[in-house]
């Protein structure tokens, strides 16, 4: 009778393994990209793919998010970005950066599935002069890239392999209207889910009403943004608050718009008031099963 | 005998629900027709290349990017909520990267913070700290080493912040600590040691 009651015991405590797991997924490294060249910019994308694949902790498909900063008009018709040393890259050679990381993630690849993803922020775009017209199309052409990078990981034989877009809005970086173009352009290309993976600063803690956020936002506009089309939640869960400011975008969402609300995941930071496991698991704790398995970590 | 089976087959059973456990990550998803394919396309990717060709790597040269300041329009990769950021620095020697970015505190615009990102990019690694400086306001960096000759150095060298009210603080990148500058002292840079208060200094809060 012992032995059964410490068989039944264990069969208690693996019982709880699937949840605890989900409790807490492993954070997967976000990088900054930084770089004084497009060379440059290639060989910090092939290094960081490699470490992705060589720290991949399971057998699950991750996101390896690379921020290469703010989505930028370079020119007449040439889009790209305006990375974190001050340096505009062309989507050409962003492009070219992508596929040296997914080069990266092959030649190191250890166990389970990459989602690699083309990330950019809201960050002034007013601001540089451009206008919502310009950002629609800096949306379309972001994800127009990452399609590309897919067809490259298929040629490639990377089947382990996929890819998709980001996008780190911030209510404080630009007003709603230009930035709810980003998430328009990708869906009007069809292609990528937009991970959003910004915030939902000064928003309110609780309720479920279109309440105010920071800079002329509103509860809604964060759901637009992070939930519209092709967009999907994977937030800043900083500090506690995040969580709960989320959660009322949740809410709201749910009761204004037919399709449920879910999360992709969260993104968490070293140096901050949760940690990486903390933060999902705040997330998780207000929308209980309504938050994926993934865990992107700036600093981790 | 017959508990050892039975604890033998529940463990069995249970290490298969374990394993079903990654598939109802992706069940979690779902909702709205327009994300359908795009979701779809994550769940269908597999865990195995179908090439095993190794593909060619790009030159690993360091490439160093020379001390330069960041100003206001450059963008920050910081959250408003951690750093309401005001200017920033950077330098690489071209296999360790650090970027300072000074500014308030998201939460408390009295409060001056610095944020410090630093790469190891041979090793894959990226460090994020924070340090407070107490209830001065918004620090903004007034001078900090530039150009090509410091790339290295000036990874663990000092940084000169003003804060808000007027007053000034050093950043040492080395320690990780910022002091307050005692009035009247003379100007830390370039080249000269500041004299500091210690009993101002705030350790790193990460």
Redesign the interface.
């Known amino acids: 009778?012992r032995?059964?009651a410490?068989?039944?015991g264990?069969?208690a405590g693996?019982?709880a393994?699937?949840v605890a797991?989900?409790a807490s997924p492993t954070p997967a490294?976000a990088?900054?990209m930084?770089?004084?060249?497009a060379?440059?910019l290639?060989?910090?994308a092939?290094?960081?793919g490699?470490?992705?694949a060589?720290?991949q902790p399971d057998?699950?498909?991750r996101v390896l998010l690379l921020?290469f900063?703010?989505a930028r008009k370079l020119g007449s018709s040439t889009w790209g970005a305006?990375?974190?040393?001050?340096t505009r890259f062309s989507n050409a050679e962003i492009l070219a950066a992508l596929e040296?990381a997914?080069?990266?993630y092959?030649?190191c690849?250890v166990?389970?599935?990459v989602?690699v993803v083309y990330g950019a922020?809201n960050?002034?775009l007013s601001?540089?002069g451009m206008s919502t017209t310009d950002a629609w199309h800096a949306g379309y052409h972001q994800s127009e890239r990452a399609e590309d990078l897919h067809d490259y990981q298929v040629s490639?034989?990377?089947?382990?392999?996929?890819s998709?877009a980001a996008g780190?809005m911030?209510p404080?970086?630009d007003g709603e209207l230009i930035t709810k173009q980003l998430v328009n352009g990708d869906?009007g290309q069809g292609?990528?889910?937009y991970y959003d993976f910004?915030?939902a600063?000064g928003c309110p803690q609780s309720g479920s009403a279109d309440g105010a956020c920071?800079n002329g936002w509103q509860v809604s506009d964060v759901g637009y943004v992070s939930?519209h089309?092709?967009a999907?939640p994977l937030p800043?869960i900083?500090?506690s608050v995040?969580a709960s400011q989320w959660t009322v975008v949740r809410k709201w969402w749910d009761g204004a718009q037919s399709?449920?609300?879910?999360f992709?995941g969260a993104t968490a930071?070293?140096?901050?008031g949760l940690t990486p496991t903390a933060a999902w698991g705040a997330l998780e704790s207000q929308n209980s099963?309504?938050?994926?398995?993934e865990l992107v970590c700036?600093?981790? | 005998m017959l508990?050892?089976r039975?604890?033998a087959v529940?463990?069995a059973g249970?290490?298969v629900?374990?394993g079903?456990?990654?598939a109802?990550?992706?069940a979690?998803?779902?909702?709205?027709p327009?994300?359908t394919a795009?979701?779809e396309?994550?769940d269908s990717?597999?865990?195995?290349?179908?090439?095993i060709?190794?593909?060619?790597?790009?030159?690993?040269e360091p490439?160093?990017?020379p001390g330069?300041m960041?100003d206001a329009?450059?963008?920050?990769?910081i959250?408003?909520?951690?750093l309401?950021a005001r200017n920033g620095w950077?330098v690489?020697d071209g296999r360790t990267?650090v970027?300072v970015y000074a500014g308030a505190a998201g939460?408390d615009p009295e409060v001056g913070r610095v944020?410090i990102?630093r790469?190891d990019?041979?090793?894959?690694?990226?460090?994020?700290?924070?340090v407070d400086a107490g209830p001065t306001g918004a620090l903004t960096i007034a001078a900090a080493p530039l150009g090509v000759s410091v790339e290295t150095s000036a990874q663990t060298g000092k940084i000169l912040l003003q804060s808000a009210a007027g007053g000034q603080v050093l950043l040492d990148l080395g320690a990780g600590k910022v002091s307050h500058i005692a009035h009247g002292a003379s100007l830390p840079w370039p080249g000269r040691r500041p004299r500091t208060s210690d009993s101002a200094s705030h350790p790193i809060?990460?």
């Open positions: 009778m032995l059964l410490w068989a039944l264990l069969a693996l019982a393994l699937p797991a989900a490294t990088w900054y930084y770089g004084d060249s060379s440059e290639r060989s910090y092939y290094s960081h490699c470490s992705f060589q720290d057998a699950s498909l921020d900063g703010a305006v990375d974190f040393s001050n040296r997914a080069d990266g092959h030649n690849h166990r389970g599935a989602d922020s960050y002034h601001g540089s490639q034989g990377y089947s382990s392999q996929t998709d780190d911030e404080s970086w869906q292609w990528a889910l910004g915030s600063d920071t939930f089309g092709l999907v800043e900083y500090y995040n399709s449920g609300y879910f992709a930071s070293t140096g901050v099963g309504l938050v994926d398995s700036f600093g981790c | 508990s050892l039975l604890a529940v463990v249970l290490a629900g374990t079903g456990g990654f109802l990550a992706g979690v998803r779902g909702g709205p327009e994300k795009a979701l396309r994550l990717v597999a865990t195995t290349d179908s090439s060709e190794p593909a060619a790597t790009p030159s690993s490439q160093p990017i330069r960041l329009g450059v963008p920050v990769p959250s408003p909520s951690i309401r950077l690489s990267l970027a939460s944020v990102v790469q990019l041979a090793a894959g690694k990226q460090a994020i700290r924070i809060r990460r």
